[in-house]
Structures are given as structure tokens and as C-alpha cells.
């Protein structure tokens, strides 16, 4: 922004600040359009990214303001620094320019391009100019190219701007644009281009457009490349997130064995659903539940009583309205289980109206095909809420931890003095190879109202979240973890040992990996857990584990061996850690430093 507090300190008179503002950003992005290789890269990116923000204002006046002010410095040259403009970007897609080195001017340059697709009468000059094209290669480059250039390293007011480096535990989530600029500069460029073409202007990349933004989608967790990946499907009729590493619980919507709900049409078929996902994903197609709402008014209940108790006051069918219409129900019920949906422009505007009504705001915004907000969430597969007051009438199974000490505990939903969570047979199994096996088995612990999980509170804790969530609870970080002693970063760490043994029996390898990732991230900043994590390891068995531990301690196995504190392990144990000594003293392993 400095470039415009500079322009506004040439202009003087009695000119309103915004009409200040505005003649200085009209300037900006005049000369940001006409970008030479002396141009200050960090002030042109500034200046072209506040008229494009201004542009996209949820203000009608600030928008329609700006759109005039740009389209009057336009008038004259604007279609020779379009057609210049996409030279540009052509040539800076190529494989020979494709370079960390370009890609702060090639930003200032889509971001260019994505304020002349904002002008009515520039519009189809874009399409018809090869952009799409364009847009797709530059989109394919970021994915495959290890170069990853954020808006930090050359946006000029983030140098050396404390409030944007983590200090301390303080850690702020993913930025909402994303780590690369370019890719989500390309993306904006790509879903504002589409948005503004017919199908005749990209019938002949179609195919490649599409696998290229579903890569978007399977491969980056920033949700604002996700949100403008998913608003380009949309124009192509898919509405939502398909991703190949989460498939939802699609295959559940077609098994009506554990379904606990049946949604009746007005022309006697039906579908059966499951309360605990709709609860939790569009909670407007329940109907108004007798249980009790309040967690502390099951307090009295006995757990043998808990599903005696639930089960007659829950309905098992709905009957919906004439007025409901069944097709565009079916695939509400699609997002809801796949988190995606496929329909065609007429459906979609039946579709559209049951969104609003069910207050699903992000189903409805990519129906209307409208880019979000600046920081708008992507919607969550995430089901821990399921594990508190709100998934409680609908739990069918406890899961109690091991007691490794005498603890206080009570619980908020029954009487079991054990320490236990309240869980849901069917989200344990579809994301559970070994629980799905197990309830499926037709074994007495099929039927039981308990399963007993060999590891601590605490483990059980993680492991639960994570497959409610599908993401492994962090370890405490920062200071938090700098200000514990060993002792306390060993009980921190310890569950995580835990989770990783069971995973193996679970088969969980997404959990194994995340855990032993978490491991060493953790050794790695204190060499002296790794004694307590070998002797945690070979009690579990996790002999790769106790090899890793083992090269931890190598650099160091002369001074624990005179000290004697090696003598705390079995011989097979001290033979891991001289082997890894040895290796490390010939060059060829251990962890130095």
C-alpha cells in the first residue's frame, strides 16, 4: 500500500479521500498493466491487489466506483495493454520461465488480468485472448514445480512486519490464500475467466481444465485455492469438494442396514439415513427429538440404560411434504454423504432452494456460483462435535480406556466410573478397517454396549478426535513445550506411542504415520526423551521405533554407558543403541548435532 499513500501525497485540493484513494489506485493499476522489468515489483503487486480487492467490494457503490474510475483510464489503451498483458502471462507460464525469479511480476500480472475480466467490455477480449489456456498451464506449473513463492517474500509491507512472524505459541492457522500466490492468482484469474465464457471458449481444454482443478482439490488444504477450485466445478456441474482422499460416507447412504432414520417422500418411497451425520451436517432434515437436550439431565442414568432409554423416544421415519421435491433431496443428501454433488442446471435450481432452506450456506453459495468471501471456511468433514451434547442421543457404543491410575472421573451423559467416551458404531467403522470388521463379525463383542481399547485415557482421547476428524491432535508447541521438564514432555509424548502400537492392529497407516512423524519432531527438540521412548517402544514391540531412539542416543551412548544409566535397559536393548554408535562413528547413521 506504500505506492498509494505516496500517490496520495501528490494529490491536493479539496477532493474527497476516497476520490483520492480511487485516482490512486486507478494509476496503479494503469502502470500495473504496463509492467516493465524496472517497475518495483513489491509496489505495483500493492497497488494492483487494492483495486482488485476494492473491485470485488461487498460495497455496490465502492465496487461500481472503482469498475468506472478503471474503465475511464482504460478507454484509450486499454485492449493494447490486454493484448500485451497476455503475451505476458503466456510467456511467463512457458517451462523455460517458469521460475521462483518471475513469479512475483507474473502475480502482479494476473492479478491485472483478473480486474480487466471485472470489465464488462474487456470480457470476452479475455476469453477469446487465450487466458483460459493460459491460466490452466500456469495452475499445472504451480502443482508440479517445487517452487513456492507466497505474497510475503516480495508484498513490500510484510518485510520485516513482526505482527506476521509466529512469536512465542503463537501459531496462526493456514492463511486463507494459501502459501503460493501464484496458484491462487491463477485460480481467481481461471474462476473469473469461466465465469464470463461460454462453453465454446474452453470446449477445447475442457477436459484438461477439469483434471487440473480437481488436482487443486486433492492435493492443496488452503481453503481459499479450494473455495475458487470448487466454484470453477461449479460452472461444469459439480458443486462441492470431491477429493480422492476422502470419500465421505458416500458408500453409507446406499447401506440401509445401519441406517436409524427413513426420510418418506409423498409418493411412498423412501431413503434411509443416519442422525448421527445429518445432526452433524445439516441438522434442519431432523425432526425435533424428544431426548432430552441437556447434558446434565442424563446424569442419572445407568450405562446398561443408556440405549433402553434413547432408542423408543428417537423416531425412526419423517414424512416430508408434497411440497418436498425427491430428486433435488437425493442429492442434498449427496453433499451431505459424499461432501460433493453432480446435477444439471435444472435440478440445481431445485437444489438451490432446498440450500437456502436448510441453511446450508456453502452448498447454496456454490449453487449460486458465487466466488466467497475473503476468508470464508471450507465446510468441515470434521465430526468431533459428535462427541459432545449434540452426537450423545445418538451414540450406540463406549469405548473405555485403560485405568493406569487412580483418577477422579465423571461423566456428563451416565453413571460408568471408568474412563470412557460415548461413540457411534458407524462412524467407527467407516473409517475403521478393523472396528468395521469387528461390529460386522457377528462375535459377542459385536453385539456388546462396550469395547474395552488397550491404551490410557489420554490415548484414547487422540485417537478418537482423529478418527472423528481425521487429523492427529498436535503435541503442546512453543513455549508450552519449552517451559515442561522431561518428565512432563514424556507424558505428553507417551500417548502418542500408544496410538501408533494400536494403529498397526487397527490398521490405521495414515494414523501410524502421523504419529511417528510426531515422534521424532518431538526428539528432535529433546534428545532426552529418547531413553524413556526406547524403553515405551520395546514394551509395545515397536522395534523401528526403538532403532529411531537408538540413533537419537548413539552421538551420546560413551557418556550414558559411563554414567550407568544405560543400565536401565535389557542387553537387547544397549546392543540397538552401540550398533547405533558405531554406525554413526563410521559415517553411516545416528542423528548428530
Known amino acids: 500500500m506504500s505506492s498509494i499513500l505516496t500517490c496520495l501525497s501528490h494529490v491536493h485540493g479539496d477532493i474527497p479521500l476516497h476520490q483520492k484513494l480511487l485516482f490512486c489506485l486507478s494509476k496503479a493499476i494503469c502502470k500495473g498493466c504496463q509492467i516493465s522489468e524496472n517497475d518495483d515489483t513489491s509496489r505495483s503487486e500493492s497497488s494492483s491487489r487494492a483495486v482488485l480487492v476494492m473491485m470485488h467490494s461487498s460495497s455496490t457503490y465502492i465496487a461500481s466506483k472503482v469498475r468506472l474510475i478503471l474503465s475511464g483510464v482504460l478507454e484509450i489503451k486499454g485492449n493494447e495493454c490486454l493484448k500485451r498483458l497476455l503475451y505476458l502471462l503466456d510467456y511467463g507460464s512457458s517451462a523455460n520461465n517458469f521460475g521462483s525469479a518471475n513469479i512475483p511480476k507474473t502475480v502482479v500480472e494476473l492479478v491485472c488480468l483478473i480486474c480487466y475480466s471485472g470489465l464488462p467490455e474487456y470480457q470476452k477480449n479475455v476469453t477469446r485472448g487465450d487466458g483460459i489456456r493460459t491460466l490452466v498451464t500456469s495452475i499445472r506449473r504451480c502443482l ?265 472421573w465423571a461423566c456428563s451423559f451416565c453413571s460408568l466410573l471408568v474412563p470412557h467416551m460415548h461413540a457411534h458404531k458407524f462412524i467407527l467403522q467407516s473409517r475403521c478397517k478393523y472396528l468395521q470388521a469387528l461390529f460386522l463379525s457377528g462375535m459377542q463383542e459385536s453385539h456388546s454396549q462396550s469395547i474395552k481399547v488397550p491404551v490410557s485415557w489420554e490415548a484414547l482421547i487422540k485417537l478418537v478426535r482423529l478418527i472423528y476428524s481425521r487429523k492427529l491432535p498436535d503435541p503442546p508447541f512453543g513455549c508450552l513445550w519449552d517451559n515442561m521438564d522431561t518428565k512432563e514432555r514424556l507424558y505428553e509424548l507417551k500417548p502418542y506411542v500408544e496410538v501408533y502400537w494400536l494403529a498397526e492392529f487397527w490398521i490405521l497407516e495414515d494414523v501410524q504415520e502421523a504419529c511417528f512423524t510426531t515422534i521424532i519432531s518431538c526428539l528432535d527438540s529433546d534428545r532426552q526423551l529418547a531413553l524413556e521412548v526406547m524403553k515405551l517402544a520395546a514394551g509395545f514391540s515397536l522395534w523401528k521405533l526403538a532403532e529411531v531412539a537408538a540413533d537419537y542416543m548413539a552421538p551420546i551412548y560413551h557418556k550414558l554407558r559411563d554414567s550407568g544409566v544405560l543400565e536401565q535397559l535389557d542387553e537387547l536393548l544397549i546392543e540397538l543403541v552401540r550398533d547405533a554408535s558405531v554406525r554413526l562413528s563410521q559415517g553411516s547413521g545416528g542423528f548428530s548435532g
Open 144 to 408: 508440479s514445480n517445487e517452487v513456492c513463492t507466497s505474497r510475503r517474500s516480495f508484498a513490500l509491507h510484510f518485510y520485516h512486519n513482526v505482527f506476521y512472524e509466529r512469536t512465542c505459541c503463537w501459531m496462526t492457522a493456514e492463511e486463507w490464500e494459501g502459501k503460493d500466490a501464484l496458484l491462487f492468482y491463477s485460480l481467481w484469474g481461471l474462476a473469473e475467466l469461466v465465469q464470463h465464457s461460454s462453453d465454446i471458449d474452453h470446449s477445447h481444454i475442457k477436459s484438461n481444465l477439469i483434471k487440473t482443478v480437481q488436482e487443486v482439490l486433492d492435493n492443496v488444504s488452503a481453503p481459499g485455492p479450494r473455495w475458487l477450485a470448487a466454484n470453477i466445478l461449479s460452472y461444469f456441474g459439480v458443486y462441492g469438494f470431491p477429493n480422492k482422499h476422502d470419500k465421505g460416507f458416500g458408500r453409507a447412504l446406499e447401506d440401509k442396514e445401519h441406517t436409524d432414520l427413513q426420510l418418506l417422500f409423498a409418493n411412498g418411497e423412501s431413503v434411509s439415513v443416519h442422525k448421527i451425520i445429518l445432526s452433524v451436517r445439516c441438522p434442519s432434515l431432523l425432526p425435533p427429538e424428544q431426548f432430552p437436550q441437556s447434558a446434565e439431565t442424563t446424569d442419572n442414568f445407568l450405562v446398561k440404560d443408556v440405549p433402553s432409554k434413547c432408542c423408543p423416544m428417537l423416531q425412526k421415519e419423517v414424512r416430508l411434504s408434497a411440497r418436498v421435491d425427491q430428486q433435488a433431496l437425493l442429492k442434498l443428501l449427496d453433499y451431505v454423504y459424499f461432501g460433493y454433488v453432480e446435477a444439471g442446471e435444472d435440478l440445481a435450481r431445485k437444489l438451490k432452494t432446498l440450500a437456502k432452506s436448510c441453511n446450508m450456506q456453502p452448498l447454496f453459495l456454490m449453487l449460486c456460483r458465487k466466488i466467497p468471501k475473503w476468508g470464508t471456511p471450507i465446510p468441515s468433514s470434521d465430526f468431533t462435535d459428535a462427541l459432545g451434547p449434540l452426537g450423545f442421543q445418538f451414540a450406540d457404543i463406549i469405548l473405555e480406556a485403560e485405568e493406569t491410575e487412580k483418577m477422579p
